[in-house]
């Protein structure tokens, strides 16, 4: 048996066109501002994508390139203008900061209903809470996945490997909310293998190439494999993206997102629908489930 691959792209453009015709309905087109500080060329790259692919779906996006020197007030008193800016419904700080910047102290700057991150305090809490509100996107975005290619979510024996504040831990929430039951797995949880055989759907956020062979997985389980990693081409060759697992796993899952091309998309789409989100719920409606 071969897996059904679930390629991010459909189900990416399927969110987007959600998002166009969302902010259609609005009084005006939702505005994303986003920020980052110096010139890493990994936060220049994402940044400059999720601009490109704003305005592509009718948002508008003003992007702050600031630099590397700028202090935390002004860092901050910048956040405090966009928060009381009735203009500006999402607000995105590019991660990492530069060391001499407090982290926390940016995200707990955001106005929570302008965090289309879903980072802040208040966000985190009503996603375990099982409230609606804005939800961390590359969670949210392999829960759309799942439902676009149809795959069951509830009573499922999920598995989480990773708990980051970016992806495992609210991935392990989302899951719960939509009435999986979660177990999440990390780098001292004993006999891995063990646990990940459980699951009928699998998901992991580790950044460790090839983690996990087939024998980890049960026959027709869904993988969602988020690791993206950068690895050396053989003999000197191109360097290329591999996931966390083992290309090989298709032989024994059911349904397997592929790396590249799989959860990667649906991370700016769902950013996207985020904004879309905010502005509607600053307009008087509600977050997401
Ligand atoms: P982090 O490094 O923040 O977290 C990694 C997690 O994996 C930790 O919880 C760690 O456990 C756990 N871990 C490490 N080694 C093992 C192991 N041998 N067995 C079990 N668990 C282990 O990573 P992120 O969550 O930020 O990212 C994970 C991967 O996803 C990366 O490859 C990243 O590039 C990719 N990514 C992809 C995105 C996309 O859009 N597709 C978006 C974000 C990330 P512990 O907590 O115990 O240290």
């Known amino acids: 048996m071969t897996a059904r691959l679930l390629p991010g792209a459909p189900a990416a453009a399927a969110l987007l066109a959600d998002v166009a015709a969302r902010a259609a309905r609005l009084p005006a087109p939702p505005r994303l501002v986003m920020v980052r500080l110096g010139d890493d060329p990994a936060s220049v790259s994402y ?7 704003a305005r592509a779906a009718g948002l508008e996006s003003t992007v702050h390139a600031l630099p590397e020197a700028t202090t935390q007030a002004e860092l901050l008193a910048l956040i405090a203008g966009l928060n ?51 939800r961390p996107c590359t969670p949210a975005g392999i829960l759309f996945l799942l439902d676009h290619y149809g795959l069951p979510v509830v009573g499922q024996r999920a598995v989480v490997v990773g708990r980051s504040h970016i992806v495992g831990r609210p991935l392990a929430g989302l899951l719960l909310n939509r009435d999986a039951t979660v177990t999440v797995a990390h780098s001292r949880t004993p006999d891995l293998a063990a646990v990940t055989r459980e699951a009928d759907l699998l998901c992991v956020a580790v950044g460790q190439p ?18 993206i990693n950068r690895v050396p081409g053989q003999d000197g060759g191109k360097a290329h993206l591999t996931g966390d697992v083992d290309p090989a796993v298709a032989e024994v899952a059911g349904a397997i997102t592929p790396v590249p091309g799989g959860v990667g998309p649906m991370t700016i789409a769902q950013l996207l629908a985020n904004t879309v989100t905010a502005a509607e719920m600053q307009a008087g409606g509600q977050g997401t489930r």
């Open 210 to 227: 090839h983690l996990i062979t087939p024998g980890m997985v049960k026959a027709g389980a869904t993988v969602i494999d988020v690791g």
């Open 84 to 134: 009381a800016d009735p203009a500006v419904n999402g607000i995105l700080v590019q991660l990492p900061l530069p060391a001499h910047v407090s982290e926390q102290a940016v995200l707990h700057a955001i106005d929570p209903r302008k965090d289309v991150d879903g980072f802040h305090p208040v966000n985190v809490g009503e996603l375990w809470a099982g409230r609606p509100a804005l």
């Open 47 to 53: 940044v400059r994508g999720k601009d490109r692919q």
